[in-house]
């Protein structure tokens, strides 16, 4: 019996749209199982490839606007930067 090719789910273009920081981190979880499937071809696995990078790109740097933003609430009024764990 011949084994089924694996069909890549809702597969957007390489740049991906702009989303949240979830949507792209639930798709960077697909895109990592379908890459670990022994049935997917090379073009669809670069593409995938492709897609995932810019995603991760792209949640990097929300990251990093986050991580501006928290440390902007945190600066005093004198001008100091007071970096603290969030969980305190």
């Known amino acids: ?13 390489a740049a991906p749209p702009p989303g949240s920081l979830r949507d792209d981190l639930r798709r960077l979880e697909e895109i990592v199982r ?9 073009d669809a ?10 995603r991760l790109r792209a949640a990097r740097e929300r990251l990093g606007d986050a991580e501006a933003k928290v440390r902007k609430v ?8 007071s970096l603290a764990d969030l969980d305190e």
């Open 1 to 13: 019996m011949a084994k089924k090719r694996q069909t890549i789910p809702d597969a957007p273009p």
């Open 34 to 42: 379908a890459l670990e499937a022994d049935d997917l071809d090379l």
């Open 45 to 54: 696995a670069l593409a995938l490839f492709e897609e995932g990078v810019g």
């Open 74 to 81: 945190l600066e005093q009024a004198d001008g100091t930067l």
